[in-house]
Structures are given as structure tokens and as C-alpha cells.
């Protein structure tokens, strides 16, 4: 079965600078895709970015950029320029390639925006 | 907006008191899913809808039920709800299951007393 691990329950960086979570997966599988899901307080999850593991480009969304590091089994998301509104839980994500199992999830990290 | 809507945001029921909760989306998409999420976990999938296709996950309780009457509307069944199925569930949807987005509805957290 695959897992995903996320090692930081709680991050906090000041508004502006940049900061980076961390997510590592375990799996035997060849075709997957990756994804960062954010869930602001109170309201639903949203999709921050994704990756396709056969992509060695790593994906970038506006101020969200990812390391993907294939061999080592990370997937870390990097967010620039941290805003107010980036403050939430985040969480790591993990779909086989048939898609049957739907996503397997990390426990979140819950980011603090310092103004 | 198209969106995934969740009623009610919240529900107490009593301890072995049948509840069920509500999904609808106007996204016209294929499948569905239920995640149960407890306090300080993970999301977890308990079973999806694929059309009309049942798909349930092999360590879901027997005591979840699912109902898919049309494409719009997904239902979540407890039978008998116990103290240890207190959570947050959220339901899901995507476009078909291979590497699509899910979108996700604002969740349903169930209070069990």
C-alpha cells in the first residue's frame, strides 16, 4: 500500500518570504501523480498543484513551485513571496495511475502566515 | 458557480441512530467520492462512484453505506453511528478517476453522542 508522509505538523513564516514543506511518499508503483491540496479554515480543499511522476519537470503555479525528486521519493512544495491568504492546512497527496484508489493523503501541515 | 455543495455542515446524531449525509454537484462529473477525515489525520477514502459503478474500499466499516440516485446527488449512509465515527467527511469529485482533479466540497462534520 502506498503512504505518504508529511514531517512537519506546523510551519510559520513571516509574510513575504518563502517557505518549504516537506512530503515524502512510498511506493512500488511506476505511474502516479502527485499533488498539494490546500484547506483554508472552515472552508474545502483546493488543488495548489499537481505532478505527474513521468514529468522530470517539476510544476510551478504562480508563486507555487515544487522539488520532485523521483528516486528519493519527495515531493516538497515551495511557496514564494508567502502571503496572508496562504495561511492554511496543506495537504500532500498520492493517486496510482489507474486512479482506482483514489487519493491517499498525507496528515497536512498547517501553515501560519506572520504578518 | 459550478461547485460541490455538502448538506448539512453540521450533524449530531446519537450513538446507533441512523444518519445520512448529503452530496451535490453541478460540475457534471463522473465520479464521486467520500473521504472520512478525524481530527488530526489524514483524509481517508471510504468508497467512490463511478457513474453508477460502486466502488468500495476493503477496510470500510459495514456500517457505511453509499447512494448515487442520478449524477448530481451522492448520499453517505451510517447505519448505526458509533463515538469512533465522529469526523469530518468530505465529498469529492472529478471528471473520471486517471489522473484527473478532485474538487472537493466544504465537508459535513459529524458530532456522535
Known amino acids: 500500500a502506498q503512504t505518504v508522509t508529511q514531517s512537519q505538523p506546523e510551519m510559520s513564516v513571516q509574510e513575504a518570504e518563502t517557505v518549504t514543506l516537506s512530503c515524502t511518499y512510498d511506493?512500488?508503483?511506476?505511474?502516479?501523480?502527485l499533488f498539494w491540496y490546500k484547506q483554508p479554515p472552515s472552508r474545502q480543499m483546493i488543488l495548489v498543484i499537481r505532478?505527474?511522476?513521468?514529468?522530470?519537470q517539476n510544476a510551478t503555479e504562480n508563486r507555487f513551485s515544487v522539488n520532485f525528486q523521483k528516486a528519493a521519493k519527495s515531493f516538497s512544495l515551495k511557496i514564494s513571496d508567502s502571503q496572508l491568504g496562504d495561511a492554511a492546512m496543506y495537504f500532500c497527496?498520492?493517486?496510482?495511475?489507474?486512479?482506482?484508489?483514489?487519493?491517499?493523503f498525507g496528515k497536512g501541515t498547517h501553515l501560519i502566515i506572520q504578518p | 458557480d459550478a461547485m460541490v455543495i455538502q448538506n448539512p455542515r453540521y450533524q449530531v446524531t446519537q450513538f446507533g441512530k441512523p444518519v445520512t449525509l448529503s452530496c451535490s454537484q453541478t460540475l457534471n462529473h463522473n465520479v464521486m467520492y467520500w473521504y472520512q477525515q478525524k481530527s488530526s489525520q489524514a483524509p481517508k477514502l471510504l468508497f467512490h462512484y463511478y457513474d453508477k459503478d460502486f466502488n468500495n474500499e476493503a477496510d470500510t466499516p459495514d456500517n457505511f453505506q453509499s447512494r448515487r440516485p442520478n449524477t448530481s446527488f451522492c448520499f453517505l449512509d451510517i447505519r448505526s453511528p458509533g463515538l469512533g465515527d465522529a469526523a469530518m467527511y468530505l465529498c469529492?469529485?472529478?471528471?473520471?478517476?486517471?489522473?484527473?482533479?478532485?474538487?472537493f466540497g466544504p465537508g459535513t462534520r459529524l458530532l456522535v453522542l
Open positions: 469529492a469529485t472529478s471528471i473520471n478517476r486517471v489522473q484527473e482533479t478532485q474538487y
Open positions: 505532478q505527474e511522476a513521468y514529468k522530470q
Open positions: 511506493t512500488s508503483e511506476s505511474d502516479y501523480y
Open positions: 497527496a498520492y493517486m496510482t495511475g489507474g486512479g482506482a484508489d483514489g487519493l491517499t
